[in-house]
């Protein structure tokens, strides 16, 4: 009697347990970054599927939303997304190639704000300082951008460009010498708001601050199996403390990244991944912090959505991506294709030159291809160029053709293609008004060093 009734009831505990499970990150579109808001509270994780928003303190998601819902995603890097220091704002690419190209979004609210400037770093007080250089070398303007208001304050003028210090507390801006050298010439204290200008304008710091380098490196094990490990530095390079993280093996295209350095706490917070059992292809992905001086996990959490929903998508996602592939090959092994990627591979060089003439070229890869397979080819002569066009077979025979970096006029003709001789003889007679004929022979006959194209190799 007692087993009819307590069967049930675990049946509905298991049932609410599967349904209350892990969600987050599809496996098929595992995190691929990491951001923190100040008191570490809240965590933001991004892959190219979704972005999800978490209670860092409890471990769970506030919210998911789809690429499509953001703008989508593109070249997820650090260098692509970017947050302020409260996560309420975060600046991202659009992965198509029309305008807006960089996308402001509100994390609380979700709205989209066309983003005009290409800087995208979010200083330490969550404004964006960007610049504008359009005023010439050595002239830029810095404004700092109020994302909450949109409103722009001009800081500074008449340097080149700008780069971050003290964990963005300081904005340090240079001027370009003339022989490509940065001298710094201004220092903006984010925090004071205070300009400094001359190049030891910069606020005196510690005399021997601690300083330590933290990153990853990646080695083969015994097995030849790349394995990832977090090492450390001192300021002087001198090795103080190397380890494996918990999952160190790089799986598929996806390798583990540094998402934070802490300084204060000595710890570092790495995005990992681990292969699904029985599930190819899909992974399980994690945040983790270590204690870099150490070794010691202090954290972990996982980012992977294990419900049957999550699952389920996830193999769509895989089949559609498997289908999209074939039909890419099939699309990339038609014989047009073909030619088209092979004359793209000739491309990459500059120039050919005929070892049968002498005569260079440049490949037009956006022109053609051709019936027969022709090449349209741009020839490069002393008095002007001019379109002609090569079998690709040709091209690629090495006896025929040779790929060179560069051209020059020709010494011998000055770029006129040909030579002259001239020949000149005096009739010795004289007419009734008392002028003698000269008859002048001029022969020419084309450049033997450039074969007459008035151009040869640099």
């Given at each position: 009697?007692?087993?009819?009734?307590?069967?049930?009831?675990?049946?509905?505990?298991?049932?609410?347990?599967?349904?209350?499970?892990?969600?987050?990150?599809?496996?098929?579109?595992?995190?691929?970054?990491?951001?923190?808001?100040?008191?570490?509270?809240?965590?933001?994780?991004?892959?190219?599927?979704?972005?999800?928003?978490?209670?860092?303190?409890?471990?769970?998601?506030?919210?998911?939303?789809?690429?499509?819902?953001?703008?989508?995603?593109?070249?997820?890097?650090?260098?692509?997304?970017?947050?302020?220091?409260?996560?309420?704002?975060?600046?991202?690419?659009?992965?198509?190639?029309?305008?807006?190209?960089?996308?402001?979004?509100?994390?609380?609210?979700?709205?989209?704000?066309?983003?005009?400037?290409?800087?995208?770093?979010?200083?330490?007080?969550?404004?964006?300082?960007?610049?504008?250089?359009?005023?010439?070398?050595?002239?830029?303007?810095?404004?700092?951008?109020?994302?909450?208001?949109?409103?722009?304050?001009?800081?500074?003028?008449?340097?080149?460009?700008?780069?971050?210090?003290?964990?963005?507390?300081?904005?340090?801006?240079?001027?370009?010498?003339?022989?490509?050298?940065?001298?710094?010439?201004?220092?903006?204290?984010?925090?004071?708001?205070?300009?400094?200008?001359?190049?030891?304008?910069?606020?005196?710091?510690?005399?021997?601050?601690?300083?330590?380098?933290?990153?990853?490196?990646?080695?083969?094990?015994?097995?030849?199996?790349?394995?990832?490990?977090?090492?450390?530095?001192?300021?002087?390079?001198?090795?103080?403390?190397?380890?494996?993280?918990?999952?160190?093996?790089?799986?598929?295209?996806?390798?583990?990244?540094?998402?934070?350095?802490?300084?204060?706490?000595?710890?570092?917070?790495?995005?990992?991944?681990?292969?699904?059992?029985?599930?190819?292809?899909?992974?399980?992905?994690?945040?983790n912090t270590y204690n870099y001086l150490t070794g010691e996990l202090l954290e972990s959490m996982e980012l992977t959505d294990t419900?049957?929903?999550?699952?389920?998508?996830?193999?769509?996602?895989?089949?559609?991506?498997?289908?999209?592939?074939?039909?890419?090959?099939?699309?990339?092994?038609?014989?047009?294709?073909?030619?088209?990627?092979?004359?793209?591979?000739?491309?990459?060089?500059?120039?050919?030159?005929?070892?049968?003439?002498?005569?260079?070229?440049?490949?037009?890869?956006?022109?053609?291809?051709?019936?027969?397979?022709?090449?349209?080819?741009?020839?490069?002569?002393?008095?002007?160029?001019?379109?002609?066009?090569?079998?690709?077979?040709?091209?690629?025979?090495?006896?025929?053709?040779?790929?060179?970096?560069?051209?020059?006029?020709?010494?011998?003709?000055?770029?006129?293609?040909?030579?002259?001789?001239?020949?000149?003889?005096?009739?010795?007679?004289?007419?009734?008004?008392?002028?003698?004929?000269?008859?002048?022979?001029?022969?020419?006959?084309?450049?033997?060093?450039?074969?007459?194209?008035?151009?040869?190799?640099?």
């Amino acid at each position: 009697m007692y087993r009819i009734l307590i069967m049930p009831v675990c049946i509905l505990i298991i049932g609410l347990t599967r349904a209350q499970s892990q969600s987050g990150h599809m496996p098929a579109t595992p995190a691929m970054c990491a951001f923190f808001n100040t008191d570490r509270t809240r965590c933001l994780t991004v892959s190219s599927g979704e972005a999800v928003m978490w209670d860092y303190v409890q471990k769970k998601p506030i919210w998911t939303k789809k690429a499509e819902e953001l703008g989508k995603f593109i070249d997820l890097s650090f260098g692509s997304v970017t947050t302020d220091p409260s996560l309420t704002y975060m600046l991202k690419r659009n992965n198509t190639d029309k305008p807006p190209f960089i996308y402001l979004v509100n994390l609380n609210t979700f709205a989209l704000t066309n983003w005009g400037w290409q800087d995208r770093q979010f200083a330490a007080d969550g404004q964006i300082p960007v610049r504008d250089w359009t005023l010439g070398k050595n002239k830029s303007v810095l404004y700092m951008i109020d994302p909450v208001k949109l409103t722009k304050e001009k800081i500074a003028e008449d340097f080149e460009s700008f780069w971050f210090e003290d964990d963005k507390n300081t904005i340090v801006m240079y001027k370009e010498d003339k022989k490509g050298g940065k001298v710094p010439v201004a220092y903006y204290d984010v925090k004071e708001k205070k300009l400094r200008t001359g190049k030891t304008a910069k606020a005196k710091t510690d005399e021997n601050p601690k300083f330590y380098r933290v990153s990853l490196t990646q080695r083969n094990d015994a097995s030849n199996r790349m394995m990832t490990s977090v090492k450390c530095e001192d300021e002087a390079f001198k090795p103080v403390k190397e380890f494996q993280i918990r999952n160190a093996g790089a799986v598929y295209l996806y390798t583990p990244s540094i998402s934070r350095v802490s300084l204060q706490d000595n710890t570092v917070t790495v995005v990992e991944y681990a292969n699904m059992p029985g599930k190819a292809k899909m992974l399980f992905s994690f945040v983790n912090t270590y204690n870099y001086l150490t070794g010691e996990l202090l954290e972990s959490m996982e980012l992977t959505d294990t419900s049957e929903t999550g699952l389920s998508m996830a193999d769509a996602e895989l089949k559609k991506r498997k289908e999209a592939a074939e039909e890419q090959n099939r699309i990339n092994n038609l014989p047009e294709n073909i030619l088209k990627q092979r004359i793209n591979m000739l491309s990459f060089e500059p120039y050919y030159i005929s070892l049968k003439t002498g005569h260079i070229y440049k490949i037009q890869a956006d022109k053609g291809p051709f019936e027969n397979k022709l090449v349209s080819l741009e020839a490069i002569t002393g008095l002007g160029n001019y379109q002609v066009f090569e079998n690709i077979d040709n091209l690629e025979n090495r006896s025929y053709y040779k790929a060179i970096k560069n051209y020059q006029t020709c010494p011998v003709c000055q770029g006129k293609s040909v030579t002259q001789t001239y020949k000149e003889r005096e009739i010795d007679q004289t007419l009734s008004s008392g002028r003698k004929i000269v008859e002048t022979t001029v022969n020419t006959q084309a450049c033997t060093r450039c074969g007459g194209c008035g151009v040869v190799p640099k």
